[in-house]
Nanobody
Framework: QVQLVESGGGLVQAGGSLRLTCAAS????????MGWFRQAPGKEREFVAT????????YYADSVKGRFTISRDNAANTVYLQMNSLKPEDTAVYYC????????????????????WGQGTQVTVSS
């Protein structure tokens, strides 16, 4: 089992940057593929980015591709989401998620493919 705690959210002007951090408990962090999702007010939660267990492969939603970067530090049990060129439409609660997998090459886009979730961190981008 793993517990996830997000941090790094806040208020930023359009065009600015934030880095979100997701700290995971447990000794087997490198057994989990990780993902970031977000939920804007009045909308369903949506996929943002995902990364394999090793960190060698990543995948992004079209809406953030080229602006956001997901990365991980397995020694520190941490996954990051670097967000650049932020837009007002990026305003949402951002969640990290974990899913145990034996396949080091797999990442996951579906919300229902993840087992563990953090509590979320608010990101607000002002225009």
């Amino acid at each position: 089992q793993v517990q996830l705690v997000e941090s790094g959210g806040g208020l930023v002007q359009a065009g600015g940057s934030l880095r979100l951090t997701c700290a995971a408990s447990g000794r087997t962090f490198n057994a989990y593929a990780m993902g970031w999702f977000r939920q804007a007010p009045g909308k369903e939660r949506e996929f943002v980015a995902t990364i394999t267990r090793t960190g060698r492969s990543t995948y992004y939603a079209d809406s953030v591709k080229g602006r956001f970067t997901i990365s991980r530090d397995n020694a520190a049990n941490t996954v990051y989401l670097q967000m650049n060129s932020l837009k007002p439409e990026d305003t949402a609660v951002y969640y990290c998620a974990a899913r145990s997998t034996l396949n080091s090459r797999s990442y996951y886009l579906g919300e229902n493919e993840y087992t563990y979730w953090g509590q979320g961190t608010q990101v607000t981008v002002s225009s």
